[in-house]
C-alpha cells in the first residue's frame, strides 16, 4: 500500500510537472513564433516577405465597368437626366511586372518604382476592347472645368471648329487607355497614360530596427515633383499620410483588430483607413476582414481631412456634398472626381442628377482580407468610381440646356486578387500548421497533466481514507 501511496505521490507530480511544462510552453512557443515572424516579415533579400514583395504572387486584375450613355440627345436638347447603363466587365491583369530601382538606404528604408502595365484578357470579359460606348467628352468636359467663363467664348469657338460635342462614341481601348481628341489636337483617355510608366518612387522602411513599421511609407513622390509640391497651398493635408500607411499588399504583423489599418492609394494621392468587420475562413487560413470606413469620403463638415478636396464651391454645395473627392490636384490639373462605385456612402443629388445607379455595399465597397499573424494581406477588392463633371453655360451651346452641375460616372473598377490554392496550402504548411501543431502540443502537455495531476491526487486521497477507515 505504500508503494502504491507512492506511485499516486509520484504521478501527480509528473502530471504537475507535464501541466507546468504545457503551461511553460504557451509563452516560450509565443516567443518562437513572434521570433520567426519578425525574422521572416523584414523587407530583405532571403526572406519570405522579400520574395512576396520584389514580385506580386497572385494575379492581380482590374475590372472595369463603363457607363453608356442611353440619351444623349435628349441630355442636350432638353436638359434631361442621363440615363445610363454599366457594360461591363472589362479585365486587364496588372502589377505583373516587379518592382524596379529597388535601393536600401542606410536609415532602414527601401525606395523602389512601381512600374505600371495592363494585358487585356479576353476570357474574363463581357466583350471586346472594340465594343463601342457613348460617353462623356473628356476634353469638352475637361476644357468647361479648366477654362474660366470669361473665355467660355473662345472655348465655343473651338468646339465647334472641332465638330466636337458634350458626348461622344468611342472603343472601350479608346476611353480607357487613349485617342487623338480633335479639341486637343494630343491623346486623352481616362487612365492615359498607364502603359510603360511608373507609379512612385516609394521609400518604405524595411522594418529591420522595428518590426511594427515594416512596409510602412515613409514618402511617395512623382517625379518631378512631391505631395508637398501637390498640396503646397493645403494646410489642410498635414495628414496625407495617416499614422502607418502601408501600400495594403500586407501590414506590420501581429495586426490588432482593434485599431483600424491605414493604406495609400496613389490614385487619390492619401492614405484611407479600412476597420474589422468579422473573421473569415479563406482556404483554411483565418483572415481578419476590414472595409473602407464610411468617414473616408465624408463631406468636409462632417470629416474636416476632406477639406483640400474641396475645391468648387458651386458643384460640392459648399463643401457639404458626401461622397466624392475633388483630386484634380493629384492628376496633374485634370477635373477628376472619385466616388465609391455608384456613388455609394454618396449624398443622394448625387444618384439623383444620374439614372441608372444602384449602390450595393457587397459589390461597391472596398475590403482587405489580412492574416492577423504575418499581416499579409490574403485577398482585396480597391473599387473606386471615376467621375467628371459638367454644368450649365449660356456661351457654349453643347451646355446651354443643362440645368445644373453634374458629376458624371465615366467608369468603376474593381482591382482585386485572391492567393491561389497552391500558395494557401504553402502558407498553411509554413505558418499556420505549425503554429496549430504548437498549440496543440500545449494544450495537449496542458489537459494530460492536470488529467494526471488531479487523477492520481484524488487516488491517494481516496487510498488514504481507505487506510484511515480500516484503521
Known amino acids: 500500500e505504500n508503494k502504491l501511496r507512492c506511485g499516486l505521490i509520484a504521478g501527480a507530480v509528473l502530471g504537475a510537472v507535464v501541466a507546468i511544462l504545457g503551461g511553460i510552453l504557451i509563452p516560450v512557443g509565443n516567443i518562437v513564433i513572434e521570433g520567426t515572424v519578425e525574422k521572416e516579415a523584414v ?199 495617416l499614422p502607418f500607411s502601408s501600400d495594403a499588399s500586407s501590414f506590420p504583423p501581429f495586426v490588432d483588430k482593434k485599431k483600424p489599418l491605414y493604406f495609400f492609394s496613389s490614385d487619390i494621392c492619401r492614405s484611407v483607413s479600412a476597420g474589422y468587420e468579422k473573421k473569415l475562413n479563406l482556404k483554411g487560413i483565418e483572415v481578419y476582414h476590414y472595409t473602407l470606413q464610411p468617414s473616408t469620403l465624408a463631406s468636409p463638415t462632417v470629416n474636416p481631412d476632406n477639406q483640400c478636396f474641396c475645391r468648387d464651391m458651386k458643384t460640392t454645395k459648399n463643401c457639404t456634398l458626401a461622397g466624392v473627392l475633388d483630386i484634380s490636384s493629384c492628376q496633374d490639373g485634370r477635373p477628376i472626381y472619385i466616388s465609391l462605385p455608384h456613388f455609394l456612402h454618396g449624398s443622394p443629388s448625387l444618384q439623383d442628377q444620374v439614372v441608372g445607379l444602384n449602390p450595393n455595399e457587397e459589390h461597391h465597397n472596398t475590403f482587405l482580407d489580412v492574416e492577423p499573424t504575418t499581416g499579409f494581406t490574403l485577398r482585396f477588392a480597391k473599387r473606386i468610381q471615376v467621375n467628371m463633371m459638367y454644368g450649365p453655360s449660356k456661351v457654349i451651346t453643347v451646355l446651354q440646356k443643362v440645368k445644373d452641375y453634374t458629376i458624371f460616372p465615366l467608369v468603376w473598377l474593381n482591382e482585386t486578387a485572391t492567393l491561389d490554392d497552391e500558395t494557401a496550402d504553402m502558407f498553411k504548411r509554413e505558418l499556420t500548421s505549425r503554429i496549430q501543431m504548437l498549440d496543440i502540443i500545449q494544450k495537449t502537455l496542458l489537459g494530460v497533466g492536470v488529467s494526471v495531476f488531479c487523477l492520481c491526487l484524488i487516488s491517494y486521497f481516496v487510498v488514504w481514507r481507505g487506510e484511515g477507515k480500516l484503521a
Do not use: C
Not at 479576353?122 to 475637361?142: F, I, K
Not at 458626348?167 to 510603360?196: A, H, M
Open 43 to 241: 523587407i530583405e533579400s532571403g526572406t519570405t516577405a522579400y520574395d512576396n514583395w520584389v514580385s506580386t504572387g497572385a494575379n492581380v486584375y482590374r475590372q472595369l465597368w463603363i457607363f453608356d450613355l442611353k440619351n444623349p440627345i435628349e441630355v442636350l436638347q432638353y436638359g434631361a437626366r442621363p440615363v445610363v447603363v454599366e457594360k461591363g466587365p472589362y479585365t486587364y491583369r496588372i502589377r505583373y511586372l516587379p518592382k524596379e530601382n529597388i535601393t536600401f538606404n542606410p536609415n532602414n528604408t527601401v525606395s523602389f518604382l512601381l512600374p505600371q502595365g495592363a494585358i487585356f484578357e479576353p476570357s474574363m470579359s463581357v466583350g471586346s476592347e472594340e465594343d463601342n460606348v457613348t460617353s462623356l467628352n473628356l476634353a469638352v468636359a475637361g476644357a468647361y472645368s479648366l477654362v474660366p467663363p470669361l473665355l467660355h467664348f473662345v472655348l465655343e469657338n473651338r468646339i465647334k471648329a472641332s465638330n466636337s460635342s458634350l458626348f461622344q462614341r468611342r472603343t472601350v481601348k479608346e476611353l480607357l487607355w487613349g485617342y487623338t481628341d480633335p479639341l486637343l489636337n494630343g491623346t486623352i483617355g481616362v487612365f492615359s497614360p498607364y502603359n510603360g510608366t511608373y507609379d512612385g518612387y516609394y521609400n518604405v522602411y524595411n522594418g529591420k530596427d522595428d518590426i511594427s513599421k515594416v512596409g510602412i511609407i515613409d514618402r511617395w513622390y512623382r517625379t518631378p515633383f512631391s505631395l508637398d509640391n501637390i498640396y503646397k497651398t493645403s494646410s489642410a493635408l498635414n495628414n496625407v499620410f
